[in-house]
């Protein structure tokens, strides 16, 4: 089992920045990819950003550019930097990682961008 826990979450203004960070837990050893989701109101969730054990990145159109993926091997942990936010990218945000066994989930973060 992994256990994930997000934080940095928060209000923000339009073109404002924001970090947020995912740590892991327990079999951490066993992860490989560890990413980001958001889920917007009444819309499905999508992934915003991958990052491989190698360091290797991929990134939705919507946020290449501005967002930046990377991980603290050491310390389990993946964060997210969010720069020049539009109110586009209010979402819950999720951060994941991929075992051998299954994908885990965190219990997910808010950012709102206010216009």
């Known amino acids: 089992q992994v256990q994930l826990v997000e934080s940095g979450g928060d209000l923000v203004q339009s073109g404002g920045s924001l970090k947020l960070s995912c740590a892991a837990s327990?079999?951490?050893?066993?992860?490989?990819?560890m990413g980001w989701y958001r889920q917007a109101p009444g819309k499905q969730r999508k992934s915003v950003a991958t990052i491989t054990s190698g360091g290797s990145t991929d990134y939705a159109d919507s946020v290449k550019g501005r967002f930046t993926i990377s991980r603290d091997n050491a310390k389990n942990t993946v964060y997210l930097q969010m720069n020049n936010m539009t109110p586009e990218d209010t979402a819950v945000y999720y951060c994941?990682?991929?075992?051998?066994?299954?994908?885990?989930w965190g219990q997910g973060t808010q950012v709102t961008v206010s216009s």
């Open positions: 994941y990682c991929n075992t051998a066994v299954r994908r885990f």
């Open positions: 327990g079999s951490s050893r066993t992860i490989s990819t």
